[in-house]
């Protein structure tokens, strides 16, 4: 079982119209889970609510990427704490999948028994491996400005060096009335009666007499 509030504690760090990014339940007797806390920060402040001899489990809204492509990944954290015993340890063995299905979709999974198994580098690491790609090349470590508009600038100038490369002019736009044309079909030939009595004359499967041979003469009727 479960307090009734946890179910909207994890709504609230799925959302994105809310500040809060994480909550922290626990154990309230040997099978209720409870809310133990919950914060707007990141990993270290989710960390500082675990108890070194408790069972707790750990929902985390973490941000990864640059400002140009950041990306949202939700995080399950499974702490067991240095100092629990054995049977509160294997609890949460039994537990865990009843947890996961509670709480729903998230990204990664984490299982720390000491806090150095949960740090902001072990999560990004993880995050970034599991994406398939990774777009920060560490322009937020040593602070962040973006080169977008520069980009820009080569990929047009690149664009227009191999242009006049080409064999191909410059585009010229008809800037008068357009000249009469017969409309014709996809052999060339010009359609200028009705589509009815040009279907007459349209050949798909080459059953059409030759057209440019002389009609033959009409036999006479007999008498």
């Not at 108890?51 to 990864?64: H, I, N, P, T």
């Not at 709480?103 to 999974?109: K, L």
């Not at 033959?216 to 008498?223: F, N, Q, T, V």
Request: charged share 25%; proline share 5%; net charge negative.
């Amino acid at each position: 079982t479960s307090d009734p509030a946890l179910a909207a504690a994890i709504a609230d760090v799925r959302s994105d119209t809310t500040e809060t990014t994480w909550v922290c339940f626990n154990y309230e007797g040997k099978t209720k889970l409870k809310i133990s806390a919950t914060g707007t920060g990141s990993v270290e402040e989710l960390k500082g609510s675990f108890k070194e001899d408790e069972a707790a489990y750990g929902f985390l809204r973490f941000v990864s990427g640059d400002r140009e492509s950041k990306r949202i990944k939700f995080c399950f954290v499974v702490w067991a704490g240095p100092n629990l015993g054995g049977m509160a340890k294997s609890k949460l063995t039994v537990h865990k999948p009843a947890v996961i299905q509670f709480i729903g979709q998230f990204h990664n999974e984490f299982f720390a028994d000491c806090y150095d198994d949960f740090t902001e580098d072990i999560v990004k690491t993880k995050i970034l491996a599991s994406s398939g790609a990774n777009y920060d090349l560490g322009s937020n470590a040593v602070g962040y400005e973006t080169n977008a508009k520069g980009i820009q600038a080569s990929a047009k100038q690149n664009y227009l060096t191999k242009e006049k490369e080409g064999n191909i002019g410059p585009v010229k736009y008809v800037e008068g009335a357009l000249p009469s044309s017969t409309p014709c079909d996809l052999s060339g030939r010009p359609m200028v009666a009705p589509p009815t009595e040009a279907l007459k004359n349209t050949d798909l499967k080459g059953n059409l007499a030759d057209r440019s041979a002389p009609a033959a003469a009409a036999e006479p009727a007999a008498e």
